[in-house]
Protein backbone atom coordinates (compact mmCIF):
# COMPACT_ATOMS: atom_id res chain seq x y z
CA UNK A 1 0.00 0.00 0.00
CA UNK A 2 1.51 3.19 -0.88
CA UNK A 3 1.54 6.50 1.52
CA UNK A 4 -0.80 8.14 -0.17
CA UNK A 5 -3.83 5.08 0.05
CA UNK A 6 -2.68 4.58 3.86
CA UNK A 7 -3.44 8.48 4.20
CA UNK A 8 -6.96 8.03 2.44
CA UNK A 9 -8.10 4.92 4.59
CA UNK A 10 -6.76 6.92 8.07
CA UNK A 11 -8.83 10.34 7.23
CA UNK A 12 -12.26 10.23 7.02
CA UNK A 13 -12.08 14.01 5.42
CA UNK A 14 -10.31 12.93 2.66
CA UNK A 15 -13.02 10.29 0.93
CA UNK A 16 -15.64 13.57 0.81
CA UNK A 17 -16.59 15.11 -2.55
CA UNK A 18 -13.25 15.30 -5.18
CA UNK A 19 -11.55 12.06 -6.08
CA UNK A 20 -10.00 11.33 -2.41
CA UNK A 21 -6.04 10.96 -4.03
CA UNK A 22 -6.36 13.94 -5.60
CA UNK A 23 -7.98 15.89 -2.30
CA UNK A 24 -5.09 14.22 -0.39
CA UNK A 25 -1.94 14.91 -3.03
CA UNK A 26 -3.44 18.63 -3.11
CA UNK A 27 -3.15 19.12 0.74
CA UNK A 28 0.71 17.49 0.70
CA UNK A 29 1.28 19.86 -2.18
CA UNK A 30 -0.25 23.17 -0.32
CA UNK A 31 -0.09 22.77 3.42
CA UNK A 32 -1.01 26.20 3.53
CA UNK A 33 -4.81 25.32 2.59
CA UNK A 34 -5.29 24.04 5.57
CA UNK A 35 -5.12 27.28 7.42
CA UNK A 36 -7.74 28.64 5.23
CA UNK A 37 -10.42 26.05 6.53
CA UNK A 38 -12.40 28.63 8.43
CA UNK A 39 -13.51 29.59 5.13
CA UNK A 40 -15.56 25.93 4.61
CA UNK A 41 -17.67 27.04 7.16
CA UNK A 42 -18.14 30.61 5.70
CA UNK A 43 -19.17 29.06 2.88
CA UNK A 44 -21.81 26.68 4.67
CA UNK A 45 -23.08 29.31 7.03
CA UNK A 46 -23.20 32.41 4.36
CA UNK A 47 -23.18 30.89 1.14
CA UNK A 48 -25.64 27.96 1.15
CA UNK A 49 -27.10 28.71 -2.29
CA UNK A 50 -24.10 27.19 -3.47
CA UNK A 51 -23.84 23.44 -2.30
CA UNK A 52 -27.59 24.23 -2.60
CA UNK A 53 -28.28 24.66 -6.14
CA UNK A 54 -25.32 22.03 -6.86
CA UNK A 55 -23.66 25.06 -8.36
CA UNK A 56 -19.55 24.87 -9.38
CA UNK A 57 -19.01 28.68 -9.57
CA UNK A 58 -15.26 29.71 -11.19
CA UNK A 59 -16.06 33.14 -12.18
CA UNK A 60 -14.96 35.26 -9.57
CA UNK A 61 -13.14 37.58 -11.89
CA UNK A 62 -16.38 38.07 -13.44
CA UNK A 63 -18.28 38.83 -9.99
CA UNK A 64 -17.56 38.06 -6.41
CA UNK A 65 -20.57 36.37 -4.36
CA UNK A 66 -22.90 37.78 -2.01
CA UNK A 67 -22.84 36.77 1.48
CA UNK A 68 -26.34 36.36 3.50
CA UNK A 69 -24.90 38.47 6.20
CA UNK A 70 -23.94 41.09 3.76
CA UNK A 71 -27.80 41.14 2.45
CA UNK A 72 -29.28 40.76 5.81
CA UNK A 73 -26.90 44.18 6.96
CA UNK A 74 -28.46 46.31 3.46
CA UNK A 75 -31.92 45.17 4.87
CA UNK A 76 -32.34 45.84 8.63
CA UNK A 77 -30.39 49.63 7.53
CA UNK A 78 -33.38 50.24 5.50
CA UNK A 79 -35.67 48.71 7.84
CA UNK A 80 -34.07 50.86 10.87
CA UNK A 81 -33.93 54.30 8.96
CA UNK A 82 -35.12 57.36 6.59
CA UNK A 83 -32.73 57.60 3.78
CA UNK A 84 -33.33 60.09 1.26
CA UNK A 85 -31.55 61.81 -1.59
CA UNK A 86 -27.96 62.89 -0.30
CA UNK A 87 -28.02 66.71 -1.72
CA UNK A 88 -29.93 68.14 0.63
CA UNK A 89 -29.61 69.39 4.59
CA UNK A 90 -32.92 67.82 5.56
CA UNK A 91 -32.72 64.73 8.39
CA UNK A 92 -33.10 61.94 5.79
CA UNK A 93 -30.95 63.80 3.05
CA UNK A 94 -28.04 64.22 6.10
CA UNK A 95 -28.34 60.20 7.30
CA UNK A 96 -27.52 59.45 3.83
CA UNK A 97 -24.91 61.66 3.37
CA UNK A 98 -23.73 60.66 6.65
CA UNK A 99 -23.42 56.88 5.66
CA UNK A 100 -22.03 57.75 2.15
CA UNK A 101 -18.87 59.88 3.91
CA UNK A 102 -18.37 57.18 6.37
CA UNK A 103 -18.30 54.63 3.27
CA UNK A 104 -15.57 56.73 1.53
CA UNK A 105 -13.79 56.35 4.62
CA UNK A 106 -14.04 52.41 5.39
CA UNK A 107 -12.92 52.60 1.44
CA UNK A 108 -9.62 55.11 1.96
CA UNK A 109 -8.82 52.28 5.55
CA UNK A 110 -9.08 49.56 3.63
CA UNK A 111 -6.29 50.57 0.97
CA UNK A 112 -4.14 52.38 3.85
CA UNK A 113 -4.73 56.01 2.15
CA UNK A 114 -4.42 59.07 3.65
CA UNK A 115 -7.61 61.00 3.20
CA UNK A 116 -5.15 64.19 2.54
CA UNK A 117 -3.67 62.64 -0.67
CA UNK A 118 -6.62 60.59 -1.26
CA UNK A 119 -10.23 61.21 -2.40
CA UNK A 120 -12.87 58.76 -3.36
CA UNK A 121 -15.41 59.58 -5.79
CA UNK A 122 -18.12 56.50 -5.95
CA UNK A 123 -19.02 55.62 -9.49
CA UNK A 124 -21.54 53.11 -10.96
CA UNK A 125 -18.62 51.08 -11.65
CA UNK A 126 -14.56 50.63 -12.86
CA UNK A 127 -15.62 51.29 -16.02
CA UNK A 128 -17.49 55.25 -15.22
CA UNK A 129 -14.00 55.83 -13.23
CA UNK A 130 -12.23 55.34 -16.24
CA UNK A 131 -14.10 57.18 -18.25
CA UNK A 132 -14.10 60.08 -15.43
CA UNK A 133 -10.42 60.20 -16.23
CA UNK A 134 -10.60 59.80 -20.14
CA UNK A 135 -12.57 62.40 -20.83
CA UNK A 136 -11.58 64.87 -18.46
CA UNK A 137 -7.66 64.43 -18.91
CA UNK A 138 -5.76 66.83 -20.12
CA UNK A 139 -4.69 65.29 -23.39
CA UNK A 140 -3.61 67.11 -26.18
CA UNK A 141 -0.60 67.37 -28.98
CA UNK A 142 2.54 66.06 -27.61
CA UNK A 143 0.57 64.39 -25.05
CA UNK A 144 0.78 60.64 -24.73
CA UNK A 145 -1.10 58.25 -23.61
CA UNK A 146 0.44 54.75 -22.90
CA UNK A 147 -0.64 51.63 -21.33
CA UNK A 148 0.14 47.84 -21.62
CA UNK A 149 -1.61 45.48 -24.04
CA UNK A 150 -2.94 43.81 -21.18
CA UNK A 151 -5.69 46.19 -20.28
CA UNK A 152 -9.47 45.58 -20.04
CA UNK A 153 -11.30 47.55 -22.63
CA UNK A 154 -12.56 49.94 -20.10
CA UNK A 155 -9.24 51.09 -20.23
CA UNK A 156 -8.04 51.13 -23.89
CA UNK A 157 -11.69 53.00 -24.53
CA UNK A 158 -9.72 56.01 -22.91
CA UNK A 159 -7.25 55.86 -26.50
CA UNK A 160 -10.61 57.35 -27.67
CA UNK A 161 -10.14 60.23 -25.84
CA UNK A 162 -6.56 60.60 -26.33
CA UNK A 163 -6.78 60.43 -29.68
CA UNK A 164 -9.70 62.97 -30.46
CA UNK A 165 -7.42 65.31 -28.80
CA UNK A 166 -4.47 64.85 -30.82
CA UNK A 167 -2.70 62.96 -28.21
CA UNK A 168 -0.59 59.44 -29.10
CA UNK A 169 -1.31 56.28 -28.09
CA UNK A 170 1.35 53.30 -27.58
CA UNK A 171 0.89 50.07 -26.09
CA UNK A 172 3.52 47.97 -24.51
CA UNK A 173 3.84 44.50 -25.94
CA UNK A 174 3.57 41.12 -23.76
CA UNK A 175 5.78 38.17 -23.87
CA UNK A 176 3.78 35.98 -25.19
CA UNK A 177 5.23 32.68 -23.32
CA UNK A 178 4.05 34.36 -19.70
CA UNK A 179 1.92 37.26 -21.12
CA UNK A 180 3.62 40.14 -18.79
CA UNK A 181 5.85 42.99 -20.19
CA UNK A 182 9.62 43.53 -18.99
CA UNK A 183 10.92 46.83 -17.01
CA UNK A 184 13.14 47.32 -20.40
CA UNK A 185 9.90 47.35 -22.77
CA UNK A 186 7.79 49.71 -20.10
CA UNK A 187 10.89 52.33 -19.87
CA UNK A 188 11.64 51.94 -23.54
CA UNK A 189 7.89 53.00 -24.28
CA UNK A 190 7.74 55.55 -21.59
CA UNK A 191 10.72 57.11 -23.08
CA UNK A 192 10.78 56.57 -26.53
CA UNK A 193 13.93 58.38 -27.01
CA UNK A 194 15.65 57.54 -23.83
CA UNK A 195 15.13 61.02 -22.22
CA UNK A 196 14.16 60.82 -18.88
CA UNK A 197 12.75 64.89 -18.94
CA UNK A 198 8.97 65.17 -18.00
CA UNK A 199 6.54 64.76 -20.56
CA UNK A 200 2.76 65.10 -20.17
CA UNK A 201 0.93 62.11 -20.16
CA UNK A 202 -0.81 59.45 -18.75
CA UNK A 203 0.47 55.97 -18.54
CA UNK A 204 -1.86 52.86 -17.29
CA UNK A 205 -1.93 48.84 -16.23
CA UNK A 206 -3.60 46.86 -14.57
CA UNK A 207 -2.40 45.40 -11.08
CA UNK A 208 -3.99 42.42 -12.10
CA UNK A 209 -4.81 41.18 -15.53
CA UNK A 210 -8.32 40.05 -15.80
CA UNK A 211 -7.20 38.07 -19.03
CA UNK A 212 -4.29 36.13 -17.78
CA UNK A 213 -4.11 36.58 -13.56
CA UNK A 214 -0.83 37.87 -13.85
CA UNK A 215 0.14 40.74 -11.74
CA UNK A 216 2.01 43.97 -13.17
CA UNK A 217 4.87 45.35 -11.38
CA UNK A 218 3.93 48.16 -8.96
CA UNK A 219 6.99 49.12 -9.28
CA UNK A 220 6.13 50.98 -12.60
CA UNK A 221 4.01 53.51 -10.73
CA UNK A 222 7.34 55.03 -9.32
CA UNK A 223 9.34 54.77 -12.83
CA UNK A 224 6.30 56.23 -14.82
CA UNK A 225 6.17 59.16 -11.79
CA UNK A 226 9.82 59.70 -12.71
CA UNK A 227 9.15 60.18 -16.57
CA UNK A 228 6.37 62.62 -15.62
CA UNK A 229 3.56 60.70 -16.17
CA UNK A 230 0.49 60.48 -14.37
CA UNK A 231 -1.02 56.73 -13.28
CA UNK A 232 -3.75 54.57 -14.00
CA UNK A 233 -3.93 51.67 -11.93
CA UNK A 234 -6.71 49.33 -12.57
CA UNK A 235 -7.05 47.43 -9.41
CA UNK A 236 -11.07 46.08 -10.33
CA UNK A 237 -9.47 42.10 -10.64
CA UNK A 238 -6.57 42.61 -8.12
CA UNK A 239 -8.90 44.02 -5.25
CA UNK A 240 -10.64 40.67 -4.22
CA UNK A 241 -8.17 38.52 -3.02
CA UNK A 242 -4.96 41.28 -2.61
CA UNK A 243 -4.53 44.22 -0.50
CA UNK A 244 -3.56 47.60 -2.30
CA UNK A 245 -1.76 49.41 0.62
CA UNK A 246 -1.59 53.23 -0.63
CA UNK A 247 0.84 54.62 1.55
CA UNK A 248 3.23 52.60 -0.60
CA UNK A 249 2.55 53.25 -3.92
CA UNK A 250 0.82 56.27 -5.44
CA UNK A 251 -1.04 55.80 -8.28
CA UNK A 252 -2.97 58.75 -9.07
CA UNK A 253 -5.96 57.13 -10.00
CA UNK A 254 -7.34 53.42 -9.00
CA UNK A 255 -10.68 52.19 -10.94
CA UNK A 256 -12.41 49.63 -8.56
CA UNK A 257 -16.08 47.88 -8.69
CA UNK A 258 -16.92 46.60 -5.36
CA UNK A 259 -18.85 43.65 -6.77
CA UNK A 260 -15.80 41.82 -7.86
CA UNK A 261 -14.47 42.24 -4.24
CA UNK A 262 -17.68 41.13 -2.02
CA UNK A 263 -20.72 40.27 -4.47
CA UNK A 264 -23.15 42.58 -3.72
CA UNK A 265 -24.38 45.43 -4.05
CA UNK A 266 -23.78 45.88 -7.64
CA UNK A 267 -23.74 49.02 -9.50
CA UNK A 268 -21.25 50.74 -7.47
CA UNK A 269 -17.57 51.08 -8.13
CA UNK A 270 -14.98 54.15 -7.10
CA UNK A 271 -12.50 56.27 -8.47
CA UNK A 272 -10.02 56.71 -5.96
CA UNK A 273 -7.44 59.45 -6.91
CA UNK A 274 -4.96 61.14 -5.83
CA UNK A 275 -6.24 65.08 -4.88
CA UNK A 276 -3.51 66.85 -6.28
CA UNK A 277 -4.35 64.77 -9.54
CA UNK A 278 -7.76 64.88 -10.14
CA UNK A 279 -7.44 69.06 -8.90
CA UNK A 280 -5.71 68.36 -12.54
CA UNK A 281 -8.90 67.07 -14.57
CA UNK A 282 -10.88 68.91 -16.73
CA UNK A 283 -14.34 67.67 -16.70
CA UNK A 284 -16.41 68.23 -19.93
CA UNK A 285 -19.87 68.83 -18.22
CA UNK A 286 -21.53 69.54 -15.14
CA UNK A 287 -24.81 67.72 -13.80
CA UNK A 288 -26.84 67.61 -10.57
CA UNK A 289 -24.58 67.48 -7.55
CA UNK A 290 -21.53 68.21 -9.32
CA UNK A 291 -21.76 72.36 -9.29
CA UNK A 292 -21.14 74.74 -6.54
CA UNK A 293 -23.40 76.89 -8.51
CA UNK A 294 -25.13 77.41 -12.00
CA UNK A 295 -26.30 79.89 -13.63
CA UNK A 296 -28.66 79.79 -16.84
CA UNK A 297 -28.88 83.38 -17.40
CA UNK A 298 -25.40 83.95 -17.21
CA UNK A 299 -24.61 80.62 -18.56
CA UNK A 300 -21.67 79.52 -16.75
CA UNK A 301 -21.09 76.96 -13.24
CA UNK A 302 -18.76 76.24 -10.74
CA UNK A 303 -17.58 72.57 -9.98
CA UNK A 304 -18.23 71.88 -6.82
CA UNK A 305 -14.81 70.92 -4.77
CA UNK A 306 -13.04 67.80 -4.95
CA UNK A 307 -15.19 64.40 -4.95
CA UNK A 308 -18.69 66.35 -4.87
CA UNK A 309 -17.56 67.56 -8.41
CA UNK A 310 -17.17 64.06 -10.26
CA UNK A 311 -19.84 62.29 -8.70
CA UNK A 312 -22.82 63.25 -11.45
CA UNK A 313 -26.19 63.23 -10.09
CA UNK A 314 -28.15 61.40 -7.43
CA UNK A 315 -25.85 58.81 -6.15
CA UNK A 316 -26.56 55.10 -5.53
CA UNK A 317 -27.27 55.97 -1.78
CA UNK A 318 -29.28 53.03 -0.91
CA UNK A 319 -26.11 50.69 -1.85
CA UNK A 320 -23.16 52.77 -1.29
CA UNK A 321 -23.34 52.64 2.25
CA UNK A 322 -23.22 48.39 1.83
CA UNK A 323 -20.01 49.17 0.48
CA UNK A 324 -18.65 49.77 4.50
CA UNK A 325 -20.62 46.38 5.69
CA UNK A 326 -18.39 44.20 2.50
CA UNK A 327 -15.30 45.71 3.83
CA UNK A 328 -15.76 45.06 7.30
CA UNK A 329 -17.01 41.56 6.07
CA UNK A 330 -13.90 41.27 3.84
CA UNK A 331 -11.73 42.19 7.25
CA UNK A 332 -14.01 39.54 9.04
CA UNK A 333 -12.97 36.71 6.80
CA UNK A 334 -9.27 37.86 6.51
CA UNK A 335 -8.30 39.16 3.30
CA UNK A 336 -4.34 37.46 4.34
CA UNK A 337 -6.76 34.15 4.58
CA UNK A 338 -8.42 34.55 1.07
CA UNK A 339 -5.21 35.35 -0.55
CA UNK A 340 -3.92 31.99 0.79
CA UNK A 341 -6.66 30.33 -0.04
CA UNK A 342 -6.84 31.81 -3.57
CA UNK A 343 -3.19 30.85 -4.20
CA UNK A 344 -3.41 27.34 -3.08
CA UNK A 345 -6.39 26.40 -5.53
CA UNK A 346 -4.64 28.66 -8.20
CA UNK A 347 -1.39 26.44 -7.97
CA UNK A 348 -3.61 23.26 -8.00
CA UNK A 349 -5.94 24.17 -10.86
CA UNK A 350 -2.60 24.89 -12.63
CA UNK A 351 -0.96 21.91 -12.06
CA UNK A 352 -3.71 19.67 -12.90
CA UNK A 353 -4.54 21.34 -16.25
CA UNK A 354 -0.96 20.91 -17.51
CA UNK A 355 -0.66 17.33 -16.57
CA UNK A 356 -4.00 16.82 -18.34
CA UNK A 357 -2.88 14.55 -21.18
CA UNK A 358 -4.72 12.64 -24.21
CA UNK A 359 -4.45 8.86 -24.60
CA UNK A 360 -1.86 9.46 -27.18
CA UNK A 361 0.07 11.34 -24.49
CA UNK A 362 -0.25 15.31 -26.00
CA UNK A 363 -1.43 18.06 -23.91
CA UNK A 364 -5.40 18.37 -23.50
CA UNK A 365 -5.07 21.83 -21.92
CA UNK A 366 -2.64 25.14 -22.68
CA UNK A 367 -2.49 27.91 -20.67
CA UNK A 368 -2.61 31.08 -21.48
CA UNK A 369 0.13 33.20 -19.05
CA UNK A 370 1.74 31.75 -16.23
CA UNK A 371 2.29 28.02 -15.06
CA UNK A 372 2.93 28.36 -11.25
CA UNK A 373 1.56 31.14 -8.68
CA UNK A 374 4.48 33.58 -8.56
CA UNK A 375 3.37 36.99 -9.67
CA UNK A 376 -0.18 35.67 -10.40
CA UNK A 377 -3.79 35.84 -9.18
CA UNK A 378 -6.38 33.31 -9.40
CA UNK A 379 -7.96 33.83 -12.63
CA UNK A 380 -6.76 31.50 -15.11
CA UNK A 381 -6.83 31.56 -18.49
CA UNK A 382 -6.52 28.07 -21.04
CA UNK A 383 -7.46 26.30 -23.75
CA UNK A 384 -8.58 23.00 -24.49
CA UNK A 385 -6.68 20.70 -27.24
CA UNK A 386 -7.62 18.19 -29.51
CA UNK A 387 -5.49 15.39 -29.22
CA UNK A 388 -3.43 17.00 -32.87
CA UNK A 389 -2.76 19.80 -30.98
CA UNK A 390 -5.38 21.93 -32.69
CA UNK A 391 -7.88 24.47 -30.39
CA UNK A 392 -11.14 22.41 -29.37
CA UNK A 393 -13.71 25.17 -29.78
CA UNK A 394 -14.29 27.02 -26.48
CA UNK A 395 -18.33 27.11 -26.50
CA UNK A 396 -18.15 24.05 -26.84
CA UNK A 397 -16.20 23.88 -23.50
CA UNK A 398 -18.41 26.14 -22.05
CA UNK A 399 -21.62 24.28 -23.16
CA UNK A 400 -20.44 21.11 -21.51
CA UNK A 401 -19.76 23.12 -18.06
CA UNK A 402 -22.69 24.57 -18.44
CA UNK A 403 -24.43 21.44 -18.79
CA UNK A 404 -22.08 20.33 -15.63
CA UNK A 405 -23.76 23.27 -13.82
CA UNK A 406 -19.82 24.76 -14.07
CA UNK A 407 -19.80 28.54 -14.30
CA UNK A 408 -16.49 29.61 -16.15
CA UNK A 409 -16.07 32.40 -19.32
CA UNK A 410 -15.42 32.30 -23.20
CA UNK A 411 -13.62 34.72 -25.50
CA UNK A 412 -11.27 37.56 -24.13
CA UNK A 413 -12.71 38.56 -21.26
CA UNK A 414 -13.17 42.38 -22.96
CA UNK A 415 -8.94 41.69 -22.68
CA UNK A 416 -8.48 41.96 -26.64
CA UNK A 417 -4.66 42.88 -26.39
CA UNK A 418 -3.96 40.13 -23.75
CA UNK A 419 -5.86 37.61 -26.18
CA UNK A 420 -3.68 39.31 -29.17
CA UNK A 421 -0.62 37.84 -27.28
CA UNK A 422 -1.53 34.42 -26.01
CA UNK A 423 -3.19 33.58 -29.50
CA UNK A 424 0.36 34.70 -30.82
CA UNK A 425 -1.76 37.02 -34.07
CA UNK A 426 0.23 39.68 -35.63
CA UNK A 427 -1.28 42.90 -36.80
CA UNK A 428 -1.59 41.72 -40.25
CA UNK A 429 -3.87 38.40 -38.91
CA UNK A 430 -6.26 41.33 -36.97
CA UNK A 431 -6.13 43.47 -40.55
CA UNK A 432 -6.75 40.88 -42.52
CA UNK A 433 -10.06 39.55 -40.20
CA UNK A 434 -11.12 43.11 -40.22
CA UNK A 435 -10.64 43.39 -44.31
CA UNK A 436 -12.71 40.13 -43.92
CA UNK A 437 -15.70 41.52 -42.68
CA UNK A 438 -14.89 39.64 -39.27
CA UNK A 439 -16.94 42.88 -36.94
CA UNK A 440 -18.83 40.33 -34.90
CA UNK A 441 -16.52 38.66 -32.43
CA UNK A 442 -18.09 35.06 -33.39
CA UNK A 443 -16.73 36.14 -37.23
CA UNK A 444 -13.59 37.30 -36.08
CA UNK A 445 -13.12 34.13 -33.80
CA UNK A 446 -13.30 32.20 -36.99
CA UNK A 447 -11.15 34.19 -39.18
CA UNK A 448 -8.46 34.53 -36.70
CA UNK A 449 -8.64 31.10 -35.96
CA UNK A 450 -9.50 30.76 -32.28
CA UNK A 451 -12.86 29.53 -32.03
CA UNK A 452 -14.89 30.86 -28.76
CA UNK A 453 -11.65 32.78 -27.67
CA UNK A 454 -10.12 31.01 -24.66
CA UNK A 455 -11.68 30.14 -21.72
CA UNK A 456 -11.11 31.49 -17.79
CA UNK A 457 -11.62 29.89 -14.40
CA UNK A 458 -11.37 32.15 -11.71
CA UNK A 459 -11.14 30.78 -7.91
CA UNK A 460 -12.80 33.31 -4.78
CA UNK A 461 -12.90 33.02 -1.28
CA UNK A 462 -15.13 30.27 -0.76
CA UNK A 463 -14.12 28.10 -3.80
CA UNK A 464 -13.38 24.92 -2.90
CA UNK A 465 -10.81 21.88 -3.64
CA UNK A 466 -13.70 20.26 -5.09
CA UNK A 467 -14.76 23.21 -7.27
CA UNK A 468 -11.22 22.85 -8.52
CA UNK A 469 -11.62 18.96 -9.37
CA UNK A 470 -14.74 19.31 -10.75
CA UNK A 471 -13.67 21.38 -13.83
CA UNK A 472 -10.59 19.60 -14.18
CA UNK A 473 -12.83 16.15 -14.12
CA UNK A 474 -14.91 17.61 -16.85
CA UNK A 475 -12.46 18.42 -19.14
CA UNK A 476 -10.37 15.51 -18.81
CA UNK A 477 -13.67 13.06 -19.03
CA UNK A 478 -15.54 15.02 -21.99
CA UNK A 479 -12.11 15.90 -24.05
CA UNK A 480 -9.86 13.26 -23.26
CA UNK A 481 -9.43 11.89 -27.03
CA UNK A 482 -12.12 13.56 -28.80
CA UNK A 483 -11.16 15.25 -32.21
CA UNK A 484 -11.29 18.55 -32.85
CA UNK A 485 -13.62 18.82 -35.60
CA UNK A 486 -16.42 17.03 -33.23
CA UNK A 487 -17.41 20.60 -32.18
CA UNK A 488 -17.91 21.90 -35.82
CA UNK A 489 -16.27 23.44 -38.90
CA UNK A 490 -12.55 23.50 -38.23
CA UNK A 491 -11.43 27.08 -37.93
CA UNK A 492 -9.47 28.72 -40.66
CA UNK A 493 -5.77 29.37 -39.52
CA UNK A 494 -3.83 26.83 -37.61
CA UNK A 495 -3.37 27.57 -34.16
CA UNK A 496 0.34 29.21 -34.03
CA UNK A 497 2.27 27.81 -30.97
CA UNK A 498 4.46 30.32 -29.39
CA UNK A 499 4.90 28.30 -26.37
CA UNK A 500 6.35 25.66 -25.85
CA UNK A 501 3.62 22.62 -24.64
C1 LIG B 1 -9.31 44.46 -14.75
C2 LIG B 1 -10.70 44.99 -15.01
N1 LIG B 1 -10.85 46.29 -15.27
C3 LIG B 1 -12.06 46.83 -15.49
C4 LIG B 1 -13.19 46.06 -15.48
C5 LIG B 1 -14.51 46.70 -15.73
O1 LIG B 1 -15.33 46.53 -14.62
P1 LIG B 1 -16.88 46.90 -14.72
O2 LIG B 1 -17.44 46.08 -15.83
O3 LIG B 1 -17.43 46.54 -13.39
O4 LIG B 1 -16.95 48.35 -15.01
C6 LIG B 1 -13.08 44.69 -15.24
C7 LIG B 1 -14.27 43.82 -15.29
O5 LIG B 1 -14.21 42.65 -15.50
C8 LIG B 1 -11.80 44.15 -14.98
O6 LIG B 1 -11.64 42.84 -14.72
Known amino acids: MDSLTARIQSDPSLRTGCNPRQRAAFLDAYPGYARTRS ?9 PYLDASGQVYLDYTGAGLPALSQLDAHTARLRGGCFGNPHSENPASAASTALIDRAR ?30 EAYAFGPGGRFVLTSDNHNS ?17 IPLRPADLRADDESVRRVLSPDGAERPRPGLFAFPAQSNFSGVQHPLRWIDLAHERGYDVLLDAAAYLPANRLDLSQVHPDFVPVSWYKVFGYPTGVGCLVARREALARLQRPWFAGGTIAVAS ?21 FQHIPDVEYGLSWVRQLN ?16 RRLLAARHGNGAPLVRVHGPRDTAGRGGTVAFSVL ?3 GRLADARAVAREAAIAGI ?6 FCNPGAAEAAFG ?5 VVEAAQLGAISEDAYQAATGIPGGALRASVGPVSSIDDVEALVTLIETTFGDRPADEDGPLHRLEYRSLVPA
Open 296 to 316: VLGDWHTLADDEAGFEDGTPS
Open 39 to 47: LDSVRAAEY
Open 335 to 350: LDVIHERVTCLTGWLL
Open 386 to 388: APD
Open 407 to 412: SIRTGC
Open 105 to 134: GAVLGHLNASPDEYAVIFTQNASSACRLVG
Open 155 to 171: VNGIREFARARGARTEY
Open 425 to 429: LTRSD
